[in-house]
């Protein structure tokens, strides 16, 4: 998860947006020492994730709000479930509700999608993983979420590995020539995967000694012919074009990996509610 100080000062940036230069209607309509309790709930099926980011909103707009999370990270839970109760100030509850729950609704719904994806290829030895196509601040978050759905976070940022992809390879020369280089110059303890879209750029790959390859938006069938070609003797990690309903028959292949941008830039958010009552 963010650290703390790095998370407030996202979550502050939020509610700014949100509020403005303050929530009139509640102003207008809510006394300040009105107290009040608020339950959080789902409105559908979901995986829960970012219940304590949720919390993290309320506790910034008054600390005499008491939070108490009924669900747990990773849970899945029915229609109906209650996720959070709220206890505190009306306007502090009003004035966050949106902002925690836009966040637990996306997180929750990237880990949704992740777990069907997970679930799909149980029994299978094959990985889910993200990619780095997230929404621009909320990367941590949403591969934290990913992690919460049963998935495995792919690197967060460029600088924790070595993927050479397609435009790499057209600046440099080929696989070889750019696996020689990156051998030459590149610290010994950074893996080294290599973009492959067809069956010579595998075996120039294995030949060139790297330590991982990702199959690009290969048809099932030259998926197998590269598990074949390789014997074992590299990891291999598919992108592209995997859906839930093609997802099982790709992981039955013998691939290592299968890494999908869709749990988080296409990931839909779930139904959830807010319902305040006071006195």
Known sequence: MIPEPMLDEWLQAA??????????????????????????????????AGLDVAIRVFALLSGEIESGAVAQEGQKVEKGAVLLELEGPVRALL??????????????????????????VEGTDTKI????????????????????????????????GILVKENHLAACGGVTAAVKAIRKNAPHTLKV????????????????????????????ETIREAVKQVRGSVQLEVSGN???????????????AISIGRLTHSAPGVDISMLLNHG
């Open 129 to 160: 993983l993200d990619t780095r196509k997230t929404l621009p601040g909320m990367r941590i978050l949403e591969k934290y979420a990913v992690r919460v759905g049963g998935g495995v976070n792919h690197r967060s940022s460029l600088s924790e």
């Open 15 to 48: 509610l700014r947006e949100d509020l403005g230069t303050g929530d009139v209607t509640s102003e207008l309509l809510v006394p300040p020492d009105l107290r009040g309790k608020a339950v959080i709930r789902a409105k559908e099926p979901l995986v829960v």
């Open 95 to 120: 004035g966050g509700e949106r902002v925690a729950l836009n966040i637990l609704q996306h997180l929750s719904g990237v880990a949704t999608l992740t777990r069907r994806f997970v679930d799909a």
């Open 193 to 220: 995967e290599v973009e492959a879209s067809t069956l010579e750029e595998v075996g120039e790959a294995v030949a060139a000694g790297v330590n991982a390859i990702l199959l690009d938006n290969m048809s099932i």
């Open 242 to 256: 995997v859906s839930l309903e093609n997802v099982r028959e790709i992981a039955e292949t013998g691939v290592d």
